[in-house]
């Protein structure tokens, strides 16, 4: 029998951007990719075969959302995340760290960890490494995420330098108390804010405790897309080379495309899925606002070149219809259409780096998105 | 080039009980047929493929709600309700006068027709037989229904003849206005109340205007399954042998049962959908609650005959997480859930009526009910 190797295979590069393949024990992952967030063990409005119909080979889960409903007990009780919501390829789980300290009021954080109190039931509940480690596993997902703090932005030099550090030891326990499988694997997350000195800290921590992958969290936090490319840019250089690097919650296509350019192989954001449900719909030429009366009586899909069903089969006026009137239809179809956009970018984007054309791709790229949507008839 | 006529095709009887198929432009229908409700131009929560699927031939449209949006007109414009939704077998509309005096309180009748507010805007709309059918013709309605008032229940005698004797006058300013294409046909709707006089009077007067289909109005207006029972009892017996029978808005499953062995063809509710959303599901062994605590850690299908998505590919302890975290992706499983089960009850019926074997199906039928749902673990 085959041992399942977690493992990174680079098959191109050009410039910063790599285009390889992350074998896991649930599946290959072509990268670069884009994950759809999955956050309480669907994602939202999609089934599941709809998701791998784009193209996506991983999606995401979210660990406080999880831990509190279902809770990871359940899951692990009712054969582990992939089982429960139909997804038998890579799953990765965020550390529950992110969210607790930005969505959860009623908590309390020191070296330990974060205890803080359910918004659902008022319970009780304590994440620490350990714990975050144990909750992972029981949801069994492919890539598990370092227990971590969200540097807040903005933060002056010394408290970034005091929570990276405090993330640091808490890698080093979460490394400690991560269960080894076969095919299965364990990111540490970069921290250190704008920081260029903290960012090369974390990371010489970081791999001296050594990861199968790397992350870089504290991004998309509020600073600005010319400070985020800028941070990548004094950051994944640093970065091991030959393991994946996780750029966590980003983002709009741009940053996608400027991400990749920067060295970066792996994405997740809500971003699509949010939008579809608020009937935004991102385009080959820009984003369109299905709720416009412009679209009332446009025969034309939203995009003629793009192969999902809502463009395959539907006008903008139907969409349009669908979202006046709010039907869950609509949400259903541009849900599908922004996975599906996401994933054809980052499909063109892995032909691109393989052809050694990505700054040509990233060109007509930005010229299509300026161009502005379709002229109204 | 064969011309499509609407036609009627009885392939078999059993007791009162028919199979037959509607032979229409837009397809065949194989009766007892159910076809699921898309009000608005959507059967909501599903695509028109999952409607497929299930094995539905046919759906409804509601001419109140498209009147009112997009606007018939619009949807003409954009090439008919088929194409507008992308369901291209046969649809059948009702004439809105049964939702305008039900849904619309800001509303006049008299004996030109309705004229009425949109709640959506305010605007003032007509309805008359006239506009009723060039409405349903905009839409491009497979079968249309011819205008009528569907008399409130309780009524007294008078207030029923006068009522029912209305709808016939309006009944037979449709057939004038309906404007003849082939594969295309209206739809004569009887009424008269519980009063078996009266019934008989109105099917005599729609049988010398001619229908292509007749349908038993005023039921399932709260008389009661009894009652409603009783009055199919004797208004299906005195209705045309070779035209199919179509009983509005029923029903529960042991009403569709009950139904068909008192002669029904055809019917329409919105119980499958509207339950799909509300986490009630149908199953053989009777309605179940899928927000029942009892089902959290249930690793089980809701039904383990059924052949759904839902049931194929998930368990009762997702379905119910579903429904807890109020997430979309419930509302659709379900949904297509209980049009599988409703079509595959149907289609029981079917087989059943050609073995001859119609009370035999309706007795295992409602033995399966009673049971009530499989035992918790």
Redesign the interface.
């Given at each position: 029998m085959t041992k399942k190797i977690f493992q990174f295979d680079i098959h191109a590069t050009d410039g910063a951007a790599r285009q390889g393949t992350v074998k896991t024990a649930h599946g290959d992952i072509r990268t670069p990719a884009f994950m759809p967030v999955g956050t309480?063990?669907?994602v939202?409005?999609?089934?599941?075969?709809a998701v791998r119909e784009t193209g996506a080979d991983i999606i995401l889960g979210n660990t406080y959302h999880l831990m509190l409903?279902?809770g990871s007990e359940?899951v692990k009780?009712?054969?582990g995340l992939h089982k429960?919501?139909?997804w038998q390829r890579p799953i990765l789980t965020d550390s529950g760290g992110f969210q607790v300290m930005s969505l959860n009021e009623l908590r309390k954080i020191d070296e330990n960890g974060v205890t803080f109190k359910s918004h659902i039931d008022g319970k009780r509940f304590e994440l620490t490494p350990e714990r975050s480690m144990e909750i992972q596993n029981d949801l069994d997902a492919t890539i598990t995420m370092a227990f971590d703090e969200c540097t807040p932005f903005p933060a002056d030099h010394k408290t970034a330098a005091d929570s990276m550090r405090m993330s640091m030891r808490w890698a080093k326990r979460s490394r400690d108390a991560f269960e080894h499988r076969d095919g299965y694997g364990l990111f540490g997350i970069v921290q250190g804010s704008i920081y260029e000195d903290l960012r090369h800290e974390s990371i010489e921590a970081l791999t001296d405790i050594g990861f199968e992958g790397y992350a870089i969290g504290g991004l998309a936090v509020g600073e600005g897309q010319e400070n985020m490319f800028k941070a990548l840019e004094f950051t994944t250089p640093n970065m091991p080379a030959d393991k994946p690097r996780y750029l966590m919650g980003v983002g709009k296509p741009d940053d996608l495309v400027g991400g990749v350019m920067r060295g970066v192989d792996m994405f997740d954001c809500v971003l699509p899925t949010r939008s579809g449900r608020n009937a935004q719909g991102f385009t080959r030429l820009g984003t369109v606002n299905m709720r416009n009366a412009r679209h009332?009586?446009d025969?034309r899909p939203l995009d003629e070149k793009c192969g999902c069903?809502a463009c395959r089969?539907?006008?903008r006026?139907?969409l349009h219809?669908?979202f006046?009137?709010k039907?869950?239809?609509g949400?259903?179809?541009l849900t599908w259409h922004n996975i599906q956009y996401y994933q054809d970018l980052m499909a063109g984007m892995r032909a691109a780096i393989r052809d050694g054309e990505m700054a040509d791709f990233a060109l007509a790229f930005h010229t299509a998105q300026e161009q502005g949507d379709i002229e109204p008839i």
């Open positions: 309480v063990g669907t939202k409005g999609m089934t599941p075969e409903r279902p359940r009780k009712l054969g429960f919501m139909n009332q009586e025969p069903p089969s539907y006008s006026a139907y219809h669908l006046k009137a039907e869950i239809l949400s259903v179809l």
